[in-house]
C-alpha cells in the first residue's frame, strides 16, 4: 500500500488513489483467470486509476493508465475500445524515447488489444513487435513483469511466428 498522504491536499489524494488502484488492478490482471466479479473489479480498479491519473498525473501518468486500460479491456473482451486505447497509446510511445520494458509491455497490450478486437493482421504484427522487443529487455526482472503480460496474449492463429508469410 502507497503511503497516504499527511495533508488535505486532494491531488495528493488523487496521486494516492490513483497508485492503489493501478496496482490493484495490475495485479489482477495478472491472474490467468478471473470471476465475472473479479474482471468487473478489474475494469473498476483501472477506471479509478485513470480518473485519478487523469486529475494529479502528468502526460506520461495518463498514458499508462490508458495503457493499463488497452489491457483491461482486451481481458473483458471489450475488443474495440482496447484497439482504440492501444492505438493511441503506441502512437504516444513510439513517438519518443521509451524504456526497453515499456515498449515491449506496448506491443504486447497491442497485440492483445488487436486480438480482442478481431484483427488477426494487426495482432500478428504486434505479437512479433512484441516478441523482439521483449527479447530485447535489458533487465531481467522487467523482462519477467512483461513476460506475465504477454503469456496472456493468444498466439497468432496461424502459428508462424518468424516475421515470414506462411507458405501456402
Known amino acids: 500500500m502507497a503511503n497516504e498522504p ?13 497508485i492503489e488502484s493501478n496496482n490493484l488492478a495490475w495485479s489482477l490482471a495478472a491472474r490467468a483467470s478471473r470471476s465475472p466479479e473479479e474482471t468487473a473489479r478489474l475494469l473498476d480498479a483501472a477506471h479509478a486509476a485513470s480518473f485519478h491519473w487523469r486529475i494529479a498525473g502528468n502526460e506520461l501518468n495518463i498514458m499508462r493508465a490508458d495503457t493499463l486500460l488497452a489491457e483491461v479491456h482486451a481481458l473483458a473482451g471489450f475488443g474495440q475500445s482496447a484497439r482504440r486505447l492501444a492505438d493511441e497509446v503506441r502512437d504516444f510511445f513510439l513517438a519518443r524515447p521509451t524504456d526497453d ?7 504486447t497490450i497491442h497485440a492483445h488489444a488487436s486480438y480482442a478486437a478481431g484483427d488477426s493482421k494487426a495482432h500478428r504484427a ?5 516478441r523482439e522487443a521483449i527479447a530485447g529487455i535489458a ?8 513476460l506475465e503480460t504477454f503469456d496472456q496474449v493468444p498466439e497468432p492463429a496461424d502459428g508462424n511466428l518468424t516475421g515470414q508469410p506462411a507458405n501456402r
Open 6 to 18: 499527511d495533508n488535505l491536499e486532494p491531488a495528493s489524494w488523487h496521486r494516492f488513489f490513483a
Open 101 to 107: 520494458w515499456e515498449l515491449a509491455l506496448v506491443h
Open 139 to 146: 533487465d531481467d526482472e522487467d523482462r519477467q513483469i512483461v
Open 126 to 130: 504486434s505479437y512479433l513487435a512484441a
